[in-house]
């Protein structure tokens, strides 16, 4: 339940729009499936718990990531992926979710490895790339997920953003 909890959070993020931002997710997947998705994207900080959500969707597909920084601040370099299943999320950490409607069903897969690796913040904007291996919630699929985004706008989410029952709250900003 958790992790549908977490791709729900993931895909939809704390507007629920990624709408009008001008900023792009490429990115494409290889395995059980091939396929891609290239999407207006935008990322949200929650400040209440100290994560990133990065979010891109277009019509019923979509994907996503959130960044666990080590100290509330995202800064260039390393996020390696995580288990959303871990009791408690790992700094500097990321988890990532994807979802696409097949013929017959809705696939949702959830980051079981890999990186998200940030390349440049530049004010409130993020430019980066992701590898990452990824597994199906409810069936056996695995993916490569292969990608880039850049100059994605980053906004500050509201008092309800990010959270979920596993997640700890995090030490304010400085």
């Not at 207006?40 to 960044?67: H, K, N, R, W």
């Not at 959270?163 to 995090?170: A, E, F, I, P, V």
Request: glycine share 12%.
């Amino acid at each position: 339940m958790r992790g549908l909890v977490l791709i729900t959070l993931i895909v939809l993020g704390c507007n629920g729009s990624t709408e009008g931002s001008g900023a792009r997710l490429d990115i494409s997947w290889r395995g059980s499936s091939d396929g891609d998705l290239n999407a207006t994207a935008a990322a949200t900080y929650c400040p209440a718990t100290g994560l990133l959500e990065v979010i891109a969707t277009q019509g019923d597909s979509g994907a996503g990531f959130v960044l666990f920084p080590s100290d509330s601040v995202v800064r260039k370099g390393t996020y390696p992926i995580f288990l959303p299943a871990l009791p408690t999320e790992t700094r500097p950490g990321a988890l990532a979710a994807l979802r696409w409607f097949d013929v017959t069903r809705l696939d949702v897969l959830e980051g079981s490895g890999g990186e998200v690796r940030i390349e440049s913040v530049d004010g409130n904007r993020l430019t980066g790339s992701l590898d990452v291996f990824m597994r199906g919630v409810a069936n056996s699929d695995t993916l490569l997920v292969t990608g880039r985004f850049a100059d994605v706008p980053v906004t500050m989410g509201d008092a309800t953003c990010g959270t979920t029952s596993r997640r700890r709250q995090s030490a304010p900003l400085h």
